[in-house]
């Protein structure tokens, strides 16, 4: 990570159109989150597609994507006060996954894509202040939107050695490593 000022000299570099996440938001926990992300994609990107039709790495892919679209509705809530759920429900979360395990390689590997994008963005986005804003997620723990970085981390470096491509326990960061589930 920059420091300060060299992180003040980038921005002025890149301009007005740069956008940055706000001097607010939790940035290590953003940082080891982005960074399971580049590390799932290295690992998923290196499987061929046979890898993924009607098995366990296609689920994995599929919970990973959805998993990154419910943050993201809980990231717009934070931002726009309108009412959002994670999830509608459990069993509405598991058809999700369901469907997306049964999708074609490609698509599963758009759903990851553009999910993980949807997600940064609106993080990326969000106003210093949202990031205390309080949410619910699907079963009803009540957290802050700057939880949610730290959430996601968790769950895609264990997600990363779930998916059995070559992700080592040695690579997860210390920090990622939940104590209940690595």
Sequence with gaps: M???????????????????????APLQDLLLARRGTAYFAR?????PDDALVDNRRAV?????????RGLTRLM??????????????AAARDAEVTFG?????????????HAAIHLDVEWRDLPGPAWDVPLCLLD???????????????LIWRAALELDAGGRLADVPPDARAPSTL
């Design 76 to 89: 717009t809530r934070a931002r726009t006060g309108v009412e959002q759920r994670e999830h509608e429900s």
């Design 2 to 24: 920059s420091t300060a000022p060299e992180r003040a000299a980038l921005i002025a570099r890149q301009g007005l159109g740069a956008r940055y996440d706000a001097p607010e």
């Design 101 to 113: 395990a049964s999708l074609p390689a490609r698509a599963l590997r758009g759903l990851f894509d």
């Design 140 to 154: 009803d723990t009540e957290i802050t939107a700057r939880d949610t970085p730290m959430i996601r981390a968790r």
């Design 60 to 68: 994995v892919v599929a919970r990973v994507g959805y998993h990154a």
């Design 43 to 47: 690992l998923l990107n290196e499987l």
